[in-house]
């Protein structure tokens, strides 16, 4: 147990350091990602100013802008760029076998090494997010109460894992298919449409609302945001905890199936 | 030229047709490739176009704009974007790396201008999808326009600013690749880029207030991103707005003002590239 602990914090550890050597590249770019932002709130507030409402779909302007800033941090736990793609690329060029050969769990390898990249990410993200937030601050209706916050940070961090499983499983799809990329593409456009990621899915006509509120996309996204925000309260607010945690739960059993299915049928192409 | 010149100017329309057509070739023997590119771009635009009519089930106007001439200026979006994805956006993308590599010798050793060169080498045949997508947009949104009287000077203008609105976004490109000499690599020149742009990509009549104006002149003046869809756009879907005959006069000068910019940035830049292969 200690040894197999050693091993991971091992994996751990080089995780870290390899992700710290494009520290730089890595701060300004995460600055840079809230450009955006700029322009969704002028965006934002010619459509209000156009409506002639002081609320849309029970979202104000200041709403819209502290959603879209909740999204964005949402997505920093949830968004695994790279990883389903990894794993296709591996399968195709027979990579993969090392994990067949030694005694190293794909899944914890890749999750562990998730883990280290998002740790050094926050570590390196904090300040510019901290920075943004704070120049937002106004548009925030303030902070919520004890337990509505420790269900904001329970629904990010279970998005993290939700976000993880459901791209590993798509990854595991190369197992079947050895060319995934237009599956993978799809599968982001339904990320980035009904996580929320676009637009708070209030903006959903019915029943398209209800139908999305029941697949695993707003999780990632959506669904901490408006947590935050109170536009979820009670028993919906449980409903959704439930229904993320069963999502995650789902995936993190399919995928450990999907991988275990999937090498009984590999064949080790490559060198 | 003198008789005695030791060799013929090469023929640009020929070397660019060519280019074209090894592009072309290059394209369809990865066809599947191809068809997801296609696919991918094309998506990418109807999904913003489903967030706008979102918007505009909750409005019936942004900034002025109403949603079939909104529509307009989101084909008009899509048309600049792919032209430029189609012709300057692959080749700025090498430049960075031909500096990088040293590759850029080749370049500058052909008896033919440089930045003509290294500006249409390649030309990627799946951004036209997006073309198409907006032709159909386009003759969808304009007929729907309440009280849009057509005019012939408006079939003949638009795609005439549709160009130079191409031409000023090549220029913001090409001066921004050519950084990539000065600083030797430029990864983060495609985030850059589309950030940068981003901007352009909305009404100008957005940017207003204590932040906005200010923004908006910067981008108008001194980088005239937002002349790019603007103009165009307010030509077929505004035509009679008061603003646009001093617009439309402007936009020829930003065009002509920013070609000429990023040729000197250019040229400059090439005078201090240093070759990097050993």
Known sequence: MLARAATWWTIFKICVEERLVYRGDFALGTLMRFLPIVTQIFLWTAVFASAGTGSIQGFTREDVVAYYLLTMLARAFSSMPGLASGIARQVREGEIKKFLIQPIDLISYLLLSRIAHKVVYYLIATAPFALVFYLCRDYFPGWPPLDIFLAFVYSLMMSFLLGFFMEATMGMIAFWFLEVSSLLFVHMLFVFFFSGHMFPLEFLPEPWKTIIDYTPFPYLAYFPSVVFLQKVEGAALVRGLILLTAWTVGFMVLCRLSMNAGYRRYSGYGG | ?278
Not at chain 2, 103 to 130: C, E, H, M, Y
Request: net charge positive; hydrophobic share 50%; aromatic share 16%.
């Open chain 2, 1 to 278: 030229m003198g008789a005695d010149t030791m060799y013929r100017s090469p023929s640009y329309l020929g070397v660019f047709l060519t280019f074209a057509r090894n592009s072309l070739v290059r394209d369809m023997t990865f066809r599947a490739n191809f068809i997801i590119d296609t696919i991918s771009s094309i998506s990418w635009m109807i999904m913003n176009l489903g967030f706008y009519a979102l918007v505009y089930r909750e409005t019936t106007s942004i900034a002025g704009w109403d949603k079939y001439q909104f529509f307009v200026f989101i084909s008009t979006t899509m048309f600049v974007n792919s032209l430029v994805q189609a012709f300057f956006m692959p080749n700025a993308e090498e430049l960075s790396e031909q500096v990088r590599t040293g590759g850029l010798d080749f370049a500058l050793l052909k008896p033919i201008d440089t930045q003509f060169l290294v500006s249409l080498r390649k030309v990627a045949w799946s951004s036209f999808g997006n073309f198409f997508v907006a032709l159909i947009l386009l003759a969808y949104s304009v007929p729907r326009i309440q009280g849009l009287e057509l005019t012939a000077w408006q079939f003949v203008l638009y795609p005439l600013y549709v160009v130079m609105g191409v031409m000023i976004l090549y220029s913001v490109m090409i001066a921004l690749a050519a950084t990539s000499i000065w600083l030797g690599r430029n990864q983060t020149l495609y985030d850059f880029w589309f950030y940068i742009t981003n901007f352009s990509r909305y009404p100008m009549e957005i940017y207003d207030g204590t932040w906005g104006t200010p923004l908006r002149q910067v981008f108008t003046f001194i980088v005239p991103i937002l002349v790019v869809i603007n103009v165009p756009a307010r030509l077929m879907a505004k035509p009679l707005t008061r603003e646009n005959l001093w617009m439309a006069g402007f936009g020829l000068l930003a065009t002509v003002a920013s070609v000429l910019a990023s040729r000197w940035i250019f040229n400059r830049a090439l005078l201090s590239y240093r070759s990097a292969s050993s």
